[in-house]
């Protein structure tokens, strides 16, 4: 009997050997034949789920971000009992500092993709589609939070969530070069949710 081939296995062991050749040497590093080399398969292999290194970093994108939303989700899941809406906003923002250790690579290969989004319109994309779906669902909890009484006032929830994400994206990268801890970035983050919400 001929062997199943999981061909979505195939290209997420592709995708994990962009992500650990980004993390270490930056996207300049990820091509064809060194992401052969990484994943321990032959060049033709990649290139028969990949024509292309763009469609290759396209889907590498895509599941990067899907691996990191699960996470969030794992770590929500978790915790004891209903969280309250800071509690969710604080996991995702948190999440995207990289306080989870199993993380910190996954830090450096989104400022990197996001740099790489400035030149390539179909990975700008991607991007401002996932950052999309993260925004809307800061939105959604700052409203909630403000419809249980748990923010001092009557936020506007688009500006208090594109504030959070901006803020976020500058301690990503001063993070990154070294300019602040980790443990700083946390305690600026928990300032800025102290000053939105009560609870």
């Known amino acids: 009997m001929p062997k199943q081939v999981d061909h979505q296995q195939r290209r997420v062991q592709i995708a994990e050997a962009v992500c650990a050749l980004v993390s270490a040497r930056g996207l300049e590093a990820a091509s064809l034949r060194d992401v052969a080399a990484q994943a321990g398969v032959s060049m033709g292999r990649v290139q028969h789920y990949f024509r292309t290194k763009g469609e290759m970093l396209a889907f590498t994108l895509e599941y990067a971000g899907e691996r990191d939303m699960a996470r969030v989700r794992a ?13 969710v906003v604080r996991l995702i923002l948190g999440g995207l500092l990289g306080e989870d250790a199993r993380r910190v690579d996954g830090l450096r290969v989104g400022v990197a993709f996001q740099a790489r989004a400035l030149v390539e319109p179909e990975l700008a994309r991607r991007v401002h589609r996932a950052y999309t779906g993260v925004r809307e669902t800061l939105e959604y909890l700052i409203r909630r939070g403000t419809d249980e009484g748990r923010t001092g006032t009557e936020p506007d929830a688009g500006l208090e969530a594109a504030a959070l994400l901006a803020l976020v994206e ?3 990268a001063q993070l990154l070069l070294g300019q602040v801890t980790g443990e700083e970035a946390a305690r600026v983050l928990d300032s800025r949710l102290d000053a939105l919400f009560v609870d």
């Open 75 to 87: 770590s929500l899941e978790e915790r004891p009992g209903p969280l309250s809406p800071r509690e």
């Open 170 to 172: 500058g301690m990503r």
